[in-house]
C-alpha cells in the first residue's frame, strides 16, 4: 500500500489502487415493460477507505449514462457496456474531486497531476480511459458469438444472487440456467472463482465481485451476522468435507432477502438480518482533523480562491471555485465566519478587477486589492467609503449564516411583519430566522432601534422602514392585562 494521498497520485496510479467494480442492480418492470436497470460502482482498492464515504461508492441510472456510452462508441444499450462506463465515470470524479479537494502545489507528481487534470476536465480523454475502452469494445464484440455456440438468444444479466446450473462457458464468461429458468451471463473477470460447467452453484454479487459457492447440495449457511471487518452483513458456509467456512457478504439486507429466497430458506432469516444490522450499525468515515494556516487568497496560476491548512502534519493547498463553495465546506477546513468573509471579499474583489478591466470610462485603480481609488472630489470619496462599508457589512454577515448554514437569504419586501430570532450581525445589518431557517437581512439604518443577537423580535416592515417590537415583553404585556 502506497504512502500516497490520492491527491497525490497521477490519475492511473489512483484507478490501479482503487480498483472499481460495477454491480448491475436488475428491478422488474411494471407491466410489459422491460426490467430497470441501476449500475452499482464499488472503490475495493487498498486505498479505497482514503476516500470518504461519498466517493467510496457510487450509484447511475440507464438514462445518465446510455449518452456517454455511446459518445465512447460502445453499446448504450448494453448492460454491460454502461457498466463499463459507470465505474470510468466514477473513477474520474472520485480523482478529480480528491485533486481539487487536497491540491499539492508542489511534489514530483504536480505536472503530471496538472496534465491528467487538464485532461479529464475536458470529459473522457485520458490514454487510460482510452485502453479501458478498448479493451471492453474487444470484450463485448466477443460476446454475440459465445451466446450463439451456448444456443442462447438473449444476452441477461444476473440479479444480485443467482442459483442454478453452470451450462456454457469460455475464457471470457459464464453462462447459468437460474432457478428462474434465465440463463443468465457472469462476466469470468468479475468472478472470484471460475464454477465447473454442469456444476450447481451459487453466485452472490458483493461490491460488484460475484461470490462464488459450489457443491450446494452438500453446504450449510449460518445465520446473518456483521463481519467485523467489513462491517457488512454475512453468513458462513460450511461443507460436509471439513473445510475451512466460507464467508459470503451482503451490500444489504435486501441482497440477503435475494439469497434467503434463491435458495429457498425460511424468510424469518430476513427478520434476523435486521435484527443483526440494527445491533451493529456501520460506521461512518471520519476524515482526519484540517487546520488553516492562514486567511484564504488568491491563486497565482488557476486564479481561483485557494486556502493552505495542515492535516496530519502535511501542508495542503485547496482550491474553491467560489466563495459560496469555500463557504459550504467551511466545517471541513475549520473556517470560521472571519475566513470566510475573507473569500467573499477577494471574489468581490476579483469581479470588482474584471468590470473595470473592460470599462474603458472606469477611474483608474492603483491598488486593487487594497481598495485605494484615485476620486475627484470629497464627496465622491464619501460615496465610495459609504458603498464598501455596506458591501462589507454585507459580506459579514453572509459569512456568518453560511457557516452557521442557512442559505438563501432574503430583504423585506414591501408592508410584512417578520417574526423570530437575530441569528447574526454585522455593522450595518442583522439576520432574522423568520422558520424553517429562512432568514430576512434588516438593514439596521432603517430600523427605530438596533437588535442583537439573540433577540427575539417582531419587525414590522413598511415604507422601507421597520418597527422593532420585543416578542417576549409583548407576550408578558398581553399576559398581563
Given at each position: 500500500?502506497?504512502?500516497?494521498?490520492?491527491?497525490?497520485m497521477?490519475?492511473?496510479?489512483?484507478?490501479?489502487?482503487?480498483?472499481?467494480?460495477?454491480?448491475?442492480?436488475?428491478?422488474?418492470?411494471?407491466?410489459?415493460?422491460?426490467?430497470?436497470?441501476?449500475?452499482?460502482?464499488?472503490?475495493?482498492?487498498?486505498?479505497a477507505?482514503?476516500?470518504?464515504?461519498?466517493?467510496?461508492?457510487?450509484?447511475?441510472?440507464?438514462?445518465?449514462?446510455?449518452?456517454?456510452?455511446?459518445?465512447?462508441?460502445?453499446n448504450?444499450?448494453?448492460?454491460?457496456?454502461?457498466?463499463?462506463?459507470?465505474?470510468?465515470?466514477?473513477?474520474?470524479?472520485?480523482w478529480?474531486?480528491?485533486?481539487?479537494?487536497?491540491?499539492?502545489?508542489?511534489?514530483?507528481?504536480?505536472?503530471?497531476?496538472?496534465?491528467?487534470?487538464?485532461?479529464?476536465?475536458?470529459?473522457?480523454?485520458?490514454?487510460?480511459?482510452?485502453?479501458?475502452?478498448?479493451?471492453?469494445?474487444?470484450?463485448?464484440?466477443?460476446?454475440?458469438p459465445?451466446?450463439?455456440?451456448?444456443?442462447?438468444?438473449?444476452?441477461?444479466?444476473?440479479?444480485?444472487?443467482?442459483?442454478?446450473?453452470?451450462?456454457?462457458?469460455?475464457?471470457?464468461?459464464?453462462?447459468?440456467?437460474?432457478?428462474d429458468?434465465?440463463?443468465v451471463?457472469?462476466?469470468?473477470?468479475?468472478?472470484?472463482?471460475?464454477?465447473?460447467?454442469?456444476?450447481?452453484?451459487?453466485?452472490?454479487?458483493?461490491?460488484?465481485?460475484?461470490?462464488?459457492?459450489?457443491?450446494?447440495?452438500?453446504?450449510k449457511?449460518?445465520?446473518?451476522?456483521?463481519?467485523?471487518?467489513?462491517?457488512?452483513?454475512?453468513?458462513?458456509?460450511?461443507?460436509?468435507?471439513?473445510?475451512?467456512?466460507?464467508?459470503?457478504?451482503?451490500?444489504?439486507?435486501?441482497?440477503?432477502?435475494?439469497?434467503?429466497?434463491?435458495?429457498?430458506?425460511?424468510?424469518?432469516?430476513?427478520?434476523?438480518?435486521?435484527?443483526?444490522?440494527?445491533?451493529?450499525?456501520?460506521s461512518?468515515?471520519?476524515?482526519?482533523?484540517?487546520?488553516?494556516?492562514?486567511?484564504?487568497?488568491?491563486?497565482?496560476?488557476?486564479?481561483?480562491?485557494?486556502?493552505?491548512?495542515?492535516?496530519?502534519?502535511?501542508?495542503?493547498?485547496t482550491?474553491?471555485?467560489?466563495?459560496?463553495?469555500?463557504?459550504?465546506?467551511?466545517?471541513?477546513?475549520?473556517?470560521?465566519a472571519?475566513?470566510?468573509?475573507?473569500?467573499?471579499?477577494?471574489?468581490?474583489?476579483?469581479?470588482?478587477?474584471?468590470?473595470?478591466?473592460?470599462?474603458?470610462?472606469?477611474p483608474?485603480?492603483?491598488?486593487?486589492?487594497?481598495?485605494?481609488?484615485?476620486?475627484?472630489?470629497?464627496?465622491?470619496?464619501?460615496?465610495?467609503?459609504?458603498e464598501?462599508?455596506?458591501?462589507?457589512?454585507?459580506?459579514?454577515?453572509?459569512?456568518?449564516?453560511?457557516?452557521?448554514?442557512?442559505?438563501?437569504?432574503?430583504?423585506?419586501?414591501?408592508?410584512?411583519?417578520?417574526?423570530?430570532?437575530?441569528?447574526?450581525?454585522?455593522?450595518?445589518?442583522?439576520?432574522q430566522?423568520?422558520?424553517r431557517?429562512?432568514?430576512?437581512?434588516?438593514?439596521?439604518?432603517?430600523?427605530?432601534?438596533?437588535?442583537?443577537?439573540?433577540?427575539?423580535?417582531?419587525?414590522?416592515?413598511?415604507?422601507?422602514?421597520?418597527?422593532?417590537?420585543?416578542?417576549?415583553?409583548?407576550?408578558?404585556?398581553?399576559?398581563?392585562?
Amino acid at each position: 500500500m502506497t504512502d500516497k494521498k490520492p491527491s497525490q497520485m497521477t490519475f492511473t496510479e489512483f484507478a490501479e489502487s482503487m480498483r472499481p467494480s460495477g454491480a448491475i442492480n436488475r428491478f422488474p418492470g411494471v407491466g410489459a415493460a422491460a426490467d430497470v436497470l441501476t449500475y452499482s460502482v464499488y472503490m475495493n482498492g487498498p486505498m479505497a477507505q482514503t476516500l470518504p464515504r461519498h466517493a467510496q461508492e457510487h450509484t447511475f441510472k440507464d438514462v445518465t449514462l446510455q449518452a456517454l456510452t455511446e459518445k465512447l462508441k460502445l453499446n448504450p444499450l448494453s448492460a454491460r457496456d454502461n457498466l463499463k462506463v459507470a465505474e470510468l465515470v466514477s473513477l474520474r470524479s472520485a480523482w478529480m474531486s480528491s485533486v481539487l479537494e487536497t491540491t499539492l502545489t508542489r511534489g514530483e507528481n504536480a505536472a503530471r497531476i496538472l496534465e491528467d487534470f487538464a485532461a479529464l476536465s475536458g470529459g473522457m480523454n485520458h490514454p487510460w480511459i482510452r485502453q479501458q475502452v478498448d479493451t471492453q469494445r474487444e470484450l463485448s464484440a466477443k460476446l454475440g458469438p459465445t451466446l450463439a455456440r451456448a444456443g442462447v438468444d438473449k444476452d441477461i444479466v444476473p440479479k444480485e444472487v443467482s442459483v442454478g446450473e453452470v451450462v456454457a462457458q469460455n475464457s471470457d464468461f459464464t453462462l447459468q440456467r437460474t432457478q428462474d429458468g434465465e440463463v443468465v451471463t457472469h462476466e469470468n473477470r468479475r468472478l472470484q472463482a471460475i464454477p465447473a460447467v454442469g456444476e450447481a452453484v451459487m453466485v452472490s454479487y458483493y461490491r460488484g465481485s460475484g461470490q462464488v459457492v459450489d457443491s450446494l447440495d452438500k453446504v450449510k449457511f449460518s445465520d446473518p451476522f456483521v463481519d467485523r471487518d467489513s462491517e457488512d452483513l454475512a453468513v458462513r458456509v460450511t461443507s460436509e468435507k471439513g473445510e475451512t467456512p466460507q464467508l459470503v457478504l451482503f451490500n444489504s439486507v435486501q441482497s440477503f432477502d435475494q439469497f434467503v429466497k434463491a435458495h429457498g430458506l425460511d424468510e424469518r432469516l430476513v427478520q434476523r438480518a435486521f435484527e443483526a444490522r440494527a445491533a451493529r450499525p456501520k460506521s461512518e468515515y471520519t476524515a482526519p482533523p484540517r487546520e488553516p494556516l492562514g486567511p484564504p487568497y488568491i491563486d497565482d496560476k488557476s486564479g481561483c480562491l485557494a486556502l493552505d491548512y495542515v492535516e496530519e502534519n502535511v501542508t495542503y493547498t485547496t482550491l474553491f471555485e467560489s466563495a459560496q463553495a469555500m463557504a459550504d465546506r467551511a466545517a471541513q477546513f475549520g473556517l470560521g465566519a472571519k475566513f470566510v468573509g475573507e473569500g467573499f471579499r477577494l471574489e468581490e474583489t476579483m469581479l470588482e478587477m474584471s468590470r473595470m478591466a473592460h470599462e474603458k470610462h472606469a477611474p483608474l485603480v492603483e491598488s486593487a486589492m487594497e481598495g485605494v481609488a484615485i476620486a475627484e472630489s470629497t464627496d465622491h470619496w464619501v460615496q465610495i467609503d459609504s458603498e464598501r462599508d455596506e458591501k462589507d457589512s454585507e459580506i459579514d454577515i453572509r459569512a456568518q449564516l453560511s457557516v452557521l448554514g442557512f442559505a438563501f437569504p432574503q430583504k423585506p419586501e414591501g408592508e410584512r411583519q417578520y417574526m423570530g430570532p437575530i441569528v447574526a450581525a454585522s455593522p450595518l445589518h442583522v439576520a432574522q430566522d423568520v422558520g424553517r431557517r429562512q432568514i430576512v437581512i434588516h438593514d439596521v439604518r432603517n430600523l427605530d432601534k438596533v437588535p442583537a443577537v439573540g433577540d427575539r423580535l417582531n419587525i414590522r416592515a413598511k415604507d422601507g422602514k421597520g418597527v422593532v417590537t420585543d416578542m417576549v415583553k409583548a407576550q408578558d404585556k398581553d399576559l398581563g392585562r
